[in-house]
């Protein structure tokens, strides 16, 4: 009697995890490959559309040697006391040279979409 009580309450809930689980199974091998980002694409060495795991490592090798050169850019930059680490008030001056940087950009950007615009008319 007790394996029977235990079965009825069981499965509802056996029921509803596998109605959960096999769409997202098939959902999952019928969704199509999502296409390589711009940044991926150089690491896909062979041009297949997809990075194998050497290519992953080669980009993330690539990603830490750029964060290392970045590191080191902004410390050349903004450590001024040349203690090896970014102050409060350095780290405030880098944020306000990147709003400034961020802001000239976007007016650029801006200002291209208006003449272009001005081009159609």
């Known amino acids: 009697m007790k394996t029977h009580n235990c079965l009825s309450r069981l499965a509802p809930v056996l029921l509803a995890l596998a109605l959960l689980v096999v769409p ?7 969704a199509p490959e999502k296409k390589l980002t711009k940044n991926q694409e150089k690491y896909d060495a062979d041009k297949d559309g997809k990075l194998s795991d050497e ?4 980009a993330k090798a690539a990603a830490r040697e750029k964060a290392k050169e970045t590191k080191e850019a902004n410390l050349e930059k903004y450590d001024t006391n040349r203690n090896g680490k970014l102050d409060e008030s350095e780290r405030v001056q880098k944020k306000s040279d990147e709003d400034t940087a961020r802001a000239e950009h976007k ?10 615009d001005a081009e159609k008319k």
């Open 24 to 30: 997202a199974a098939l959902r999952a091998e019928d």
């Open 55 to 58: 290519e992953k490592a080669a």
């Open 107 to 116: 007016a650029e950007r801006e200002a291209k979409k208006v003449a272009k």
